[in-house]
């Protein structure tokens, strides 16, 4: 049985001036097996599956009926892919969503990419990068 591959880490420096760690490939399914090497579960503990999911299909598609109902950013965070688990900070600056959201941009939203700008509004290294996304957030959730 052979040993998961290795990624020499690589950074980026935030307008802050903050370091962050980047993938060395953005494609997939490079980008997934990288977020598995370094992020293998996620805060609760559970393992992501192939896929970068922590969660099946089902419970997935249940996280926006139950956040319409609970408005809870935590619980809707813990579904967050394993790259946005990994690389929170370089989606959290190299993210390519940006206020005001175009509507074709929520149409192709699923539920796993709200959990994913949930994350990131959460858990941002930068103060200033986290109420970016908490905006975000709040202007996608507020037709929910």
Known sequence: MGSAPSYPPQFKTSPQGEQYR??????????VQEALSICPRNKEGLGFDQDGLAYDYFTV????????????KHA?????D??????????????????PIADEVKKR?????????????????SATLRDEWTKLF???VADL
């Open 22 to 31: 980047v993938p060395n490939n953005e494609n997939m399914p490079f980008i």
């Open 61 to 72: 598609s249940q996280i926006l009926p139950a956040f319409r109902q609970s408005r809870d």
């Open 76 to 80: 809707l965070a813990k579904h967050a």
């Open 82 to 99: 394993v790259v946005t688990h990994a690389f929170c900070d370089w989606v959290a600056n190299d993210g390519r969503i940006t206020l």
């Open 109 to 125: 939203m699923n539920p796993t990419s709200y959990a994913c700008v949930a994350y990131v509004s959460l858990y941002a290294s």
């Open 138 to 140: 709040d202007h996608l």
